[in-house]
């Protein structure tokens, strides 16, 4: 990327650099709409985290309640063996696996549990005691299974949540590091005083007008400025800016100040070598626009 160059005759009046100062109020718009966008990742950044905190709670139960469910049948002798869920999946899909395994289990002991009483029922009707208890194990096991479905649409309706959420949180990120680029942006020229006049970046104002001198007069950026003139540059990342001829001083038009920069030969308002940014908040903030003019 090439860079222009600039010049310049006098130090530039407060008056007219805060008169050209139009950029500054498109940082202030970019900065304001990139802390609420921070301010809206973060709500959902919260609001992620508390649903993945529910859903582990609700999974973690889930789990607690077939584990018992599980040791409760083992001791019940000729039911299917019970298996764990493969260790790599993630946390949903072994709880739905786990809660599948005991799934059969339970229908194993339903199936038996019916058997025995058709059996009974039809051995000895007058055995009460035995038709109420095999009553209550099969009241008790459809109300497992009633548990159980209610917990998987539970965890199902907290994954759709937390899906929603990351894809917000996604998509805020995207528009947040893409209005941090833009606020990011700079813009930079360098060149001969005839050369920046003629292009329409600087102006001249006041003096007086004599053949071969204007004894007075002063330089200043135009109140509209040609985009093509300058060079965009990334403040964040943009450390040193080289000047054209280093035998040559340079002085900066634009509202900058060399306080905020390193320079190799300093002498009050002007410079020689390039122009080091040690701190690129404090040297931006006047002005997106840098205007450097060779003397």
């Known amino acids: 990327m ?10 530039i009046p407060a008056l007219a650099l805060a008169v050209a100062c139009g950029p500054n109020q498109e940082h202030v718009r970019a900065d304001s709409a990139a802390a609420q966008l921070s ?25 607690d309640f077939i584990l018992k469910v599980d040791a409760s049948m083992n001791r ?44 009974l029922a039809k051995a000895n009707k007058s055995n009460t005691t035995l038709l109420a208890q095999i009553a209550a194990d099969s009241a008790m096991i459809a109300d497992l299974n009633s548990t159980i479905q209610r917990q998987t649409a539970t965890i199902e309706g907290l994954s759709v949540r937390i899906d929603s959420l990351k894809s917000a949180s996604e998509q805020l990120a995207t528009t947040l590091a893409t209005v941090e680029t833009e606020s990011a942006k700079a813009f930079v ?30 330089l200043q950026i135009a ?11 990334d403040s964040r990342g943009l450390k040193e800016i080289p000047m054209p001829d280093s035998t040559h001083r340079y002085r900066i038009v634009s ?11 300093r002498k009050q308002n002007t410079f020689k070598g390039n122009l080091r940014i040690a701190d690129a908040s404090k ?4 002005s997106k626009y840098l205007v450097v003019v060779e003397q």
């Not at 509202?255 to 030969?265: F, G, I, K, M």
């Not at 040297?283 to 006047?286: C, D, N, R, S």
């Open 223 to 233: 109140r509209s400025l040609p985009s093509e003139a300058f060079t965009t540059v």
């Open 255 to 265: 509202r900058q100040s060399l306080d905020n920069a390193e320079v190799q030969d």
């Open 189 to 218: 020229v360098v060149g001969r005083e005839d050369e920046l006049v003629k292009k329409g970046v600087i102006v001249r104002e006041g003096g007086a007008n004599l053949l071969f001198a204007h004894p007075g007069r002063t």
């Open 39 to 63: 301010a809206q990742q973060t709500q959902l950044a919260t609001q992620l985290a508390a649903q993945k905190d529910s859903l582990t709670r609700v999974v973690l139960q889930a789990d």
């Open 2 to 11: 090439s860079i222009l160059r600039l010049s310049s005759l006098a130090t």
């Open 76 to 119: 019940v002798k000729g039911l299917p063996k019970g298996k764990k869920a493969g260790q790599s999946l993630d946390p949903l899909a072994r709880q739905v696996e786990n809660r599948q395994l005991v799934m059969e289990r339970v229908n194993a002991l339903v199936a038996r549990a019916q058997a025995t009483a058709a059996q």
């Open 283 to 286: 040297f931006w903030a006047p």
